[in-house]
């Protein structure tokens, strides 16, 4: 990505481009190099309400748009994010750090979701049953609920505000979105975008800020009636509080701890190849990371070996460049963080197999790197096999069969993803069977997932709802069940039926 000077960006409220009402901005910049990506409104409550209020006025004429005519403004949306995907791939090795490779496929999400939503325009099943009553019918119907809050984190800047947003559209809601501080311009990229494919004025808007200003604004006002959040647990909790208030429809996508399992009669190469991307992917920046290995004792040493010679020829480096394999991570925060995991997995009694180190050397000290990270000798009740670091770090753990391997996996707070390793059927169905976690993997990693299944955990990492897929239609509609009498007389339903 080449610029010559910074620009600036705006909110976009009702079809039109306009600063945040206090003037005030901030700057998005590039965790590779430091790199200025442009400048965006620091908006506030004033500028949610405007958002709001068009959102609103967009509902009542989107909402009788027939939903197969929504559904073809987003086959073309879809059409014109595969024009752009190699823009916006670009675009986000530069603000977000991703590799291209994964960069390509944040946005290819966003391409297949949006095909594969418009596609319901055609659909938005309900159900017609029969009636217990002569000469009557029945049926239910799904209904848009209303203007939607999203709130959406950095790490999938493309893809997550897609599962979001085109769910929401093609069943006929409007949205307000926040995007986080750390990728804004990719959101606003999407945004125009959209506005190209001929998504009308006030039916997509977009607030840039911080969650204490515009998305605590957002959850509280009393005309938004769906929230949908994907951050940490602790994030989602507050929001659920702030919402309950006004009784608000809310979607929580938060943390994980998700865990590969390696049994003793496994393909120990492919294991490796699995972890490696489960975990160093993204730079470990994902909710589905596979930040704890579960290792079948018989298998632990050679899987520890070849693991950590295949961590340590990864390639760190700005996501732009071809060669590079395990790009930065976000921002400086994160990489305290980090590093801070590593200092309590020493404190613990575990071993750093390698890694543990900010990377500092040449162009990197231009950028938030942070050495891929491997962890051996831990306990499961250590604090880097329990808590989310959300980095390039991984805990080696050991069982000694099948089913402490089970009850290791299950031991934490998250039920996000999961994955075995085993070339026998019925261990893998076990485990998919007990494995506590919306998400299960055999023979592959914890990362992967396709927008036609639902997306989402048990436990903390939510409360209940799922992204992609049919369910996602749960989230963003709410059921009418409707009867026709045509009998010409009054018939009262379990009264003429007991009679």
Known sequence: MVTTETKSFQNYIGG???????????????PADGETIGVFPKSGADDVDRAVEAAKSAFEEWRLVPAPKRGEILFQLARVLEREKAALTDLMTHEMGKVKAEAGGDVQEAIDITYYMAGEGRRLYG????????DKWNMSVRQPIGVVGAITPWNFPIAIPSWKMIPALVCGNTVVLKPARDTPLLAERFVELMAEAGIPAGVVNIVHGGGGSVGDRLVRHPDVRVITLTGSRETGVEVLKAAADNLKHVHLELGGKNAVIVMDDADVDLAVEGILWSAFGTSGQRCTAASRVIAHEAVYDALQSKLVAAAERLRLGPGWED?????PVINKAAIEKIHSYTEIGRDEGARILTGGEVATEGDLAKGFFY???IFGDVDPQMRVAQEEIFGPATALIKVRDFDEAIRVSNGIKYGLSSSIFTRDVNKAFRAMRDLEAGITYVNA????????????GTKDTGNGHREAGQAALDVFTEWKSI???YSGRLQKAQIDAAE
């Open 445 to 456: 990693g914890t990362i992967g997932a396709e927008v036609h299944l639902p997306f989402g």
């Open 16 to 30: 039109e481009w306009m600063d945040a009402a206090s003037g005030e901005t901030f700057e998005s910049t590039s």
């Open 371 to 373: 050495r891929p990270t």
């Open 127 to 134: 159900q017609t049953t029969p009636s217990e009553l002569r």
């Open 323 to 327: 060669d590079t394999d395990v790009g």
């Open 483 to 485: 009867y026709v009498d």
